[in-house]
């Protein structure tokens, strides 16, 4: 199955089984969320845009948390940036996972936005 072939949601959970293991030890300890990690993450691709037709658009909601302002002067910082989007892809039947809701995977896993955040701070003094 292709990428664009495969359907939005995951209806059906791996086996275990189905991953090669060393150790049969190894096969009962094996996690729902690493299983889904592994169904989530089968054929997915970083580099295509999470959409199901070519036509639609990423709603991408941007929000910075700032944490303190180190100095004045010259508005030193620290702050978080935080997006939020839907990735079709990444849909699943938390029933089929022992009702796991929500997993956290590394950031260099999943498609990312490119956006760039320009400093745009100007001292400007008219007398």
């Known amino acids: 199955m292709n990428y664009w072939d495969r359907p939005n949601q995951i209806t059906e959970r791996s086996d275990a089984s189905d991953y090669p ?13 690493n299983i889904l990690f592994q169904d989530l993450f089968r054929n997915y691709n970083r580099e295509i845009h999470p959409v199901l037709s070519h036509d639609q658009v990423i709603e991408i909601n941007f ?10 002067g010259e508005m030193t910082t ?30 260099h ?4 936005p490119d956006i760039i955040l320009y400093n745009s701070y100007v001292v400007s003094c008219y007398i």
């Open 21 to 33: 293991f060393t150790g049969s030890a190894e096969k009962l300890f094996k996690s729902d969320q």
């Open 63 to 72: 929000e910075i948390a700032l944490f303190n302002v180190l100095e004045l």
């Open 78 to 107: 620290n702050l978080e940036v935080i997006l939020r989007w839907h990735d079709p892809f990444l849909t699943w039947d938390p029933a089929l996972y022992n009702y796991t809701y929500v997993l956290r995977v590394p950031h």
């Open 109 to 112: 896993k999943i498609w990312e």
